[in-house]
């Protein structure tokens, strides 16, 4: 009689008791990169991707999804730079930086992740110039952050001697000035920028010297052409 009333009283305790919650864990910090290196067995370019496969999908946890948004992004920083200093010539963590984790509903964090790849790209420009170009346009047209955008491609433009940026790239500046209104100091870039020499596609030199025509007619130093017939 007592182990029925006691089974019955275990059976009506755990009936009581509220169905159990999936809890997201929090983003652990990563080990130091010389730890990793030595844990990579002399792969470490095959670590960085698995570090990456496993931060990508550490937002699905088991019986929880976690936006991207609400993980610490000092500890995705942290993941992404140790990431890339094992694969320095690699393109995920930049990448992730950029389009993943930058372009979240939060503007603090797309700002720590467009910082955090303008930071990078410094260290290589003719390899990471493509991501910090995407996040001065998303800067641009996501935060409305002009001056931001600016810097970003000042720095693209004055990074690229000697390397394979093309020269759309090199000039998103120039386009940033004109969409700001500041169409002197964007028709003096393209003045000088032919005049340097540096431009020697037939294309690229038509197209910025009808820009310097366009922008010229615009602060009325040309005169419109006067329509044929």
Known sequence: VVLAVALAA???????????????????APPAAPVLRALSLGDPVALSKALMLWLQAFDNQAGVSIPFAALD???????????????????????????????VPDDRKMRAMADFVYRKF????????PWLAHVAVLVRHRLGDMPLALKYARAIADNSEGNAIP???RQMHIFLLEEAGELEAARLLIGGLLESGRITDAHELRFFRQRLTDLERRQGMVEPRAPNG
Not at 19 to 25: I, S, T
Request: aromatic letters at 12%; charged letters at 20%.
């Open 10 to 28: 275990q059976v009506l305790w755990n009936a009581a008791q509220p169905p159990p919650a999936a809890r997201a864990e929090k983003l652990p």
């Open 73 to 103: 992004y000092g500890r995705v920083e942290a993941w992404l730079d140790v990431a890339l200093a094992l694969d320095p010539s690699g393109q995920y963590p930049l990448l992730a930086a950029a389009r993943l984790y930058g372009e």
């Open 122 to 129: 410094q260290d290589d420009p003719a390899r990471r110039w």
């Open 167 to 169: 020269q759309w790239a």
